[in-house]
C-alpha cells in the first residue's frame, strides 16, 4: 500500500474504506462487481425495511451516501447517491463499485413492491445513479418473498440526509 493511498484511506472512514475499495476486490477478484451485486441484495434479505422512506435512513448508516429516489412519468425508478460519502469514494478510488449499494436497494425494492427488480447503475457528475428495472408481469409469489422481520431503523441527526 502507498502512504498516499493511506493517507487517502485515513482521511476518510478508514475500515469501511479499506473493505469496500481494496479489501473485497482482492478477496473477490475479478468478478467482483458481480459478487458485491449479490452480496447487496443477501444484505437486504437480511435487513428488509419495512417501507420507501426508510431506505435513505438505511443507506445513511450504512455509509451508502445521501440516497434520493426518484420516479418519473414512464414509471421508472431511480435512486441517487451523492453527499461526502460518494465524492470521497469517487475521489480515493481508482475505479470505485457502486455494485453493493446496487444490489442492496434493488433488492429491498423488490421486497416492497412484490415486483422481481434488478438495477444498474452509472457514475454521472459526481453522483451514482441507480436505475430499478422492473417487469409488471414477474410479480413474486408469497413463498419468494422474504420472510426476515421488517426493521425499523433509529434515525438520529447523523443519519439525516446531506444535501
Do not use: C
Not at 469496500?20 to 482482492?26: E, F, N, S, Y
Not at 425494492?109 to 427488480?117: A, D, R
Not at 408469497?142 to 438520529?156: G, K, N, S, V, Y
Amino acid at each position: 500500500m502507498t502512504n498516499s493511498l493511506y493517507d487517502q484511506l485515513h482521511q476518510s472512514r478508514f475500515s469501511v474504506a479499506l473493505l469496500r475499495d481494496v479489501a473485497l476486490p482482492i478477496a473477490l477478484g475479478r468478478d467482483h462487481t458481480n459478487l458485491e451485486y449479490w452480496l447487496g441484495k443477501q444484505i437486504a434479505r437480511q435487513l428488509p425495511v419495512s417501507n420507501e422512506d426508510q431506505l435513505p435512513v438505511i443507506a445513511a448508516q450504512a455509509d451508502f451516501g445521501t440516497l434520493t429516489i426518484t420516479h418519473d412519468r414512464r414509471a421508472s425508478i431511480t435512486g441517487t447517491l451523492t453527499g461526502p460519502v460518494v465524492t470521497g469514494r469517487l475521489a480515493q478510488a481508482a475505479t470505485p463499485s457502486f455494485a453493493l449499494e446496487t444490489g442492496w436497494l434493488a433488492q429491498e425494492w423488490q421486497m416492497l413492491t412484490g415486483v422481481f427488480t434488478e438495477a444498474t447503475y452509472s457514475i454521472q457528475k459526481g453522483q451514482v445513479l441507480i436505475s430499478l428495472h422492473q417487469d409488471a408481469k414477474e410479480t413474486l409469489t408469497a413463498t419468494e418473498q422474504t420472510h426476515a422481520e421488517p426493521i425499523t431503523p433509529l434515525q438520529t441527526s447523523a443519519d439525516q440526509p446531506q444535501s
